[in-house]
């Protein structure tokens, strides 16, 4: 059934030059139908790129952890992911962690992060460079992590 709408999907969109807004928790199905793939916690976007970008390259903590999470078909590359795991809950909406709103399950959290909002931002060592890590992610101590996907 799944496999059927999101045909149809593409059917539409190739027919009438259509843009979709597609919201969905399904990592492979997001990259499949997505050519933009933006990636949300707790209300805010945490990073945004182009699906090559986001999947091969993330530069946010909690898009490593997402990826890090979803399973290798392929058990010649499954051994080499480092699986990351996320402790604690997702907080309230309605009454965030100050700063960035990640920070209570990030293992790279710092000061800085209690303190200050992370900005949606280019990482600046990235910026001008043809990196697949020049892309916008709302992390003060963004940096590029290859995963190791689902194909
Ligand atoms: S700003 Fe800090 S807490 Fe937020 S994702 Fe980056 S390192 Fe983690």
Redesign the pocket.
């Known amino acids: 059934m799944q496999a059927q709408v999101i045909n149809l999907m593409e059917r539409l969109q190739d027919e009438f030059n259509l843009s979709y807004i597609f919201i969905a928790h399904d990592l492979s199905v997001v990259r499949h139908i997505s050519d933009r793939v933006g990636v949300m916690y707790l209300g805010r976007i945490?990073e945004i790129g182009t699906d090559e970008q986001i999947y091969d390259h993330p530069t946010?903590?909690?898009t490593q952890a997402l990826l890090s999470a979803v399973p290798v078909p392929d058990p010649e590359t499954r051994g080499s992911r480092e699986r990351i795991i996320l402790t604690g809950d997702v907080p309230s909406p309605a009454n965030p962690p100050s700063?960035?709103?990640?920070?209570t399950r990030?293992?790279?959290?710092?000061a800085?992060?209690?303190e200050?909002v992370?900005l949606l931002a280019v990482p600046e060592r990235f910026k001008g460079t043809d990196s697949p890590a020049a892309h916008e992610?709302?992390?003060?101590?963004?940096e590029e992590k290859d995963v190791v996907h689902a194909a």
Not at 99 to 103: A, E
Not at 106 to 110: E, I, P, T
């Open positions: 945490a946010h903590p909690y700063g960035c709103r990640f920070r990030c293992w790279k959290a710092q800085k992060c209690a200050e992370p992610s709302a992390c003060h101590f963004a």
